[in-house]
């Protein structure tokens, strides 16, 4: 029985360490809100179509999986309001980081599928692809909890426009 116990911690203890010192795959959590700076829309002034020509608010979260510290990949989803428009996302992304320091530049790109429903309107779905570049600051690297600053151009129901978002990563 006592070989037993001294096998399960030492196997535990080393389990514990090799999950930062040998894995090259770790899982993360993101939570992220900001500001939808409408910028400019591809449909005419004259069209009978749903026009977005407000700002807007808009909120993710996003599973994802980070391969040796420099790229990440994620599944996402979230809620916008642009006015008195609403509407839901799905999207998958990926993020180049720089390095693995405790302030981390990185770019990357989103591509989803947008789905709104305008007052008003019959409610509509539209392809959503977005650019992000933004700034991390990791507080822990071993317990991977950071907050991050980003922005970008995004383009979803014909529409261009610029996310100001914040947003916790643990």
């Not at 700076?37 to 999986?65: C, H, M, P, R």
Request: hydrophobic letters at 40%.
């Amino acid at each position: 029985m006592k070989k037993i116990l001294l096998l399960s911690l030492l196997w535990i203890s080393f389990h514990g360490n090799a999950q930062y010192q040998y894995s090259t795959m770790r899982h993360y959590i993101k939570i992220e809100g900001g500001a939808l700076k409408y910028y400019v829309s591809t449909i005419s002034e004259n069209s009978d179509k749903l026009q977005l020509a407000e700002d807007g608010i808009a909120f993710n979260g996003i599973y994802g999986w980070d391969f040796d510290e420099k790229i990440h990949l994620g599944l996402g989803g979230g809620f916008m309001s642009l006015g008195d428009t609403k509407g839901v996302t799905a999207f998958s992304e990926i993020n180049f980081y720089v390095s693995n320091t405790h302030i981390n530049p990185y770019t990357g790109i989103r591509v989803g599928y947008s789905y709104i429903f305008p007052e008003g309107f019959a409610s509509q779905g539209d392809l959503l692809a977005e650019f992000v570049t933004g700034l991390q600051i990791n507080f822990d690297l071993y317990t991977y909890f950071s907050i991050y600053l980003q922005t970008g151009f995004m383009y979803t129901q014909k529409s261009l426009m610029v996310p100001l978002r914040i947003g916790l990563k643990f």
